[in-house]
C-alpha cells in the first residue's frame, strides 16, 4: 500500500516553499498553502466529496468564476507541507508516503479529524496494527482510545502487559489519555497483580499466615521460603503484568525459587514444596487473568463513518 516513488520530488519543496510537484496540474480549481508555504493545487470536486469541511465551505456562495483566468484563491492552513502532502495523496489516490512513525501519523489523524476526512483515517487505522507501529502498544492504546477505535484499543492494552506503566519513559503519553483511558489500564495491570497475589493463598498452595504443620511428620514448618518467593512473583507482576517471565525463567532461576524448592522439614526432611505441581498451577493462574481493558465506554467519539452523497 505504502510507496517511496516521488519521496524525493517532495522533499525539495518542502522547505523552500512553491508549489509541491505532485500537486502542480494547472487543472486544479483550488489552492491550498501549507505553513511553510508550499502550495498544492488541487480539485474542489475531490475535496467535497472527501472533506466534510469542505463540503461545506463549498455550499456557501462562492466568488463568480466567470472569468476562467483568475487564478484560484489559496486556502492557507494550519497544517506542514509533509502533513498535508500524506492527506491529499491519500484522498487523492495518489501512492501513499510510508506511515511507519507515529510522529507522522498522528498529525495525519488530528487534519483528517480536523476536515472530517474519514478515507484517511480508515488507511492510518488499518496500518496502525502492523509493524512497526504495533510495537509501541501505549501510543497505539492513547490514538485508538482518542479516535474511539473499539478492537484497536482492546489489543493494545494486553500489548501494554510488557511494560510498567510507572515507568519515567511512558509518563508523557499516558498524559495523553483521558480519564477513562487511563484508569481502565491502570486497573488492568492493578487487577492482574492484585489476582494473582490473592490466588496464590489459596490451594493447593500453602498457607503462610499462621503456624503449619508438616504434612508427612506434623512437626511445626515455618515457610518463609514460600513467603519470599511470593513476593518476588508479585514483584515481578508489577513491573512486567503480562507474567510471562514468571515461570520462565523466574520460577527456574530466581534465589527465591531455588531457596523454596530446596527447602526441606527439619525433622524429616522432606521436601516441602511440589516443584512441578507448584509451577503448573501458578502457570495456570496467570493464564486466567484478565488480558484487556473493559470495552470503551461513553465519551469516546465513534468511528469516523463515510456520508452518503445525499448528506
Known sequence: MQAEQDDHKSDLVLSNGGVHPLFSSLDGDVVLGSKERVLFRVHSYTLKTTSGWFRAMYSLPQRSATAADIPPETIYVDEDAETLEGLLRMVCGLPIPRLDSYDIIEPILHAAEKYDMPGPMSIVRALVMTPPLVTDPLRLYAIACRYGWQDE??????????????????????????????????QLHH??????RRRLD????????GDT??????SLVDYHTWRELK???IMEMDG????????????LEWPAARACWSAKCINCDRVLYDKTLTMR???????QLPTTIDPLPPPYPPPILPRSPSD
Open 240 to 251: 512486567r503484568p503480562l507474567g510471562d517471565t514468571v515461570v520462565n525463567p523466574g520460577l
Open 213 to 218: 504443620s508438616c504434612s508427612n511428620c506434623g
Open 191 to 196: 487487577t492482574r497483580r492484585e489476582s494473582l
Open 153 to 186: 484499543a482492546l489489543t493494545a492494552s494486553r500489548y501494554t502487559l510488557t511494560l510498567n506503566l510507572h515507568a519515567p519513559e511512558h509518563r508523557h503519553t499516558l498524559q495523553k489519555l483521558g480519564t477513562d483511558a487511563l484508569l481502565g489500564l491502570f
Open 231 to 233: 513476593y518476588v512473583i
Open 281 to 287: 498451577v501458578i502457570r495456570e493462574c496467570i493464564e
Open 202 to 209: 489459596d490451594p493447593p498452595f500453602v498457607n503462610d499466615s
